[in-house]
């Protein structure tokens, strides 16, 4: 064990020389840290919502919406595949994740089954679907066909929302241009946001209440507005903002979606040229722009509603084809109302209702305290820590002492490198690292008197010390390892601040309590030689 390479020498003291460097940033002011060239480290680690102020809100996904959507959605196509089969239908309606259909006729319902299968697609082999399966299972009773959404449809799709959700969240976030957010999944259907140095969180809500699914569907000119009944295949829907030639305040349109709005590639704010009323701009792909255009096309002097939300938004006439993928949304209100609704449909609309269901706002005076304290109770453990190795162990004490010091500069440095957040139970962790970070030098050190008092010799003792002490060492830190790592993956929010601050600081506490010392101790000896040995 005291026989040393040359190139582990050289890897031991790199990392350490690359940890002092990348490490540095955090013990120096902005105003230096700014004057550091480009070359060289000048991260720093992120400090977390409660170090230095922010907002935090608690999301809940609504998949029972998701569900009725899909449905819904079902009941349009069946609709336009039994008409075009010319079967007759009656009491096609969905309630939450199921749809019914009546078909009367006996010599029909074969081939009502047959577009039915065809509308209910094959679920792909994956893990969360177990093999496949149907979306719907179908079934039949005297011609009332039912669809029920199966179990592996809901479990793909309930993924799928989620991760989709936050994946919108955060280029919205990103898009109102704020630092270090931290956006993570709690539980089956929960989203957390902390937003670092935003002080209201009334704008984040104002960004991310808002679905923002975007549809461009026909008005129906021929329905009337005052009557308390619709079509089956229209929708009444609230008129945001006066069009002219629109009277009142909805607007009747067909149910069909001619363009949807996922196939808006960009979005922009800006002013009409011939009013200077603020607009937003947008562009489509090149399927929704070959879908608009035909659109636009077939249908010159009828109305074409843009749908935001259930709400239509503005329902122009088309005057003429629309042929090059863009357009423009006019009477939207103020400047930043239209850089607002730029900003949602640049992120893209969110696949379910989102609901605030905890909110809190922590003070940058608070977050201030909170550093204080902390920096104080790290120098308070470390200086306790290399007080007791220096008066139980001597110089061996502070040999472990300067590992000790290496050893909270690597696991900054791991932590700058690595994009971690630092929070208040991540300062915990670091703290109780410490103290569990001499423990591999306590079992070393032991094990070295016990060798002394068998009557081995100096180099002897120190050799056996760090060969036999290893085995315990390594299990120590693995048991240790796996505690954090189980914090990690079961906690949320703090715990797993407090468990990647730990399981870090294990990996790097092994690494110098055991390379770093040994070295130390190699050149000691090399440098002293003595004959006795005090430990």
Known sequence: MLQVSIFTRIMVALVVLGGLLVALPNALPNS????IPSWLPHNSVSLGLDLQ???????????AQVQRDKAQATVGDIRAGLRKARIQYLDLSTRNDTVRVRVPDAASRAQARTILDGLNPQLGGTVLTVGGGKQYDL??????????MTQGYKTQTHEQVLEQSLEVVRRRIDEMGTREPNITRQGEDRIVVEVPGLADPGELKAILGKTAKMTFQLVDETANVASPTVPAEDEKLPMTSQTPGVPGGEVIVQRRIMVSGDRLTDAGSGFDQQTGQPVVTFRFDSVGARQFGDVTKDNVGHRFAIVLDKQVISAPVIQSAILGGNGQITGNGTVKETNDLALLLRAGALPAPLTVIEERTVGAELGADSVKAGRYAALGGLFMVTLFMILRYGLFGLFADVALTLNVVLLLAALTLFGATLTLPGIAGIVLTMGMAVDANVLIYERIREEQRNGRSILASIDQGFRRAMATIIDANMTHLIASLILFELGSGPVKGFAVALGVGIITSFFTSVMVTRLIVIAWLNITKPRTLAI
């Open 53 to 63: 102020g922010g907002s935090y809100l608690l999301l809940e996904v609504d998949f």
């Open 32 to 35: 230096i840290t700014a004057k």
């Open 139 to 148: 079934t039949e009773q005297d011609g009332l066909f039912t669809l029920t």
